[in-house]
């Protein structure tokens, strides 16, 4: 079965630090993983993708690590900031027959405290 | 560009009520899509289309019916609501061909209630 795995569910840091955020998946045929911000009473908006040959990628304070073998990919945060609050949602794509098919982890909620 | 644009932004319903959510993008998409979103349960597709006049069902789609007879719009529509449809509701889009990496592009999203 298709999965993703989110840890942790939750995570209160204080402004400045830097935290980790884990994403087991999974997923078959694998064709990229995305990590998604999503504000409170907003939609997700997407922060990077990595695709099965990428190992790191980085979109300012944020970076993305993926270990195809271990199935497992990471987002850092660097020197958070107030503006990182948010949920961070892990999405795994699957393409059959050429079709897309999204399987998204249920997110870790970040609060980001001064 | 807008994006992809949801209304209402809430709406309360007593059951067995209907109503339509409604979803329009401007970046002509091909793909458009609704997923329900509820606490500690990643998104959930309700319904997809992957262009005017195709529609086919996600993983959830009981009690939910959709349309799209243009590109743009793709509207939701509740037939008899019940309180288990209390969620936050996600119109979703992203572009067909070449230009399609797999990006969906979220609407800000609908809030029901079903009491």
Not at chain 1, 71 to 88: M, N
Not at chain 2, 33 to 48: A, E, F, K, N, V
Request: glycine share 8%.
């Amino acid at each position: 079965k298709n999965q993703v795995e989110q840890s942790p569910q939750s995570l209160i840091i204080l402004e400045g630090k830097n935290c980790t955020l884990q994403c087991n998946y999974t997923v078959s045929p694998f064709s990229n993983l995305r990590w998604y911000k999503q504000d409170t009473g907003r939609g997700p908006v997407s922060l990077t993708i990595m695709t099965f040959s990428e190992n790191t990628k980085s979109n300012g304070r944020y970076t993305a690590t993926l270990d195809a073998d271990t199935k497992q990919s990471s987002l850092h945060i660097t020197a958070s900031q107030l503006s990182d609050s948010a949920s961070y949602i892990c999405v795994v794509s699957a393409i059959t027959s050429g079709t897309y098919k999204y399987i998204f982890g249920t997110g870790t909620r970040l609060k980001v405290l001064a | 560009n807008a994006g992809v644009t949801q209304t209402p932004k809430f709406q309360v319903l007593k059951t067995g009520q209907s109503m339509t959510l409604q979803c329009a993008q401007d970046m002509n998409h091909e793909y458009m899509s609704w997923y329900r979103q509820d606490p500690g349960m990643g998104l959930r597709l309700i319904h997809y289309s992957v262009g005017a006049g195709i529609t086919d069902q996600g993983e959830v789609p009981n009690g939910y019916n959709v349309s799209r007879s243009t590109t743009e719009d793709f509207p939701l529509r509740l037939l008899s609501a019940a309180p288990s449809q209390t969620s936050v509701y996600f119109c979703a889009s992203r572009p067909g061909g070449s230009a399609n990496t797999g990006e969906l592009f979220f609407g800000e999203g609908s809030r029901l209630t079903v009491l």
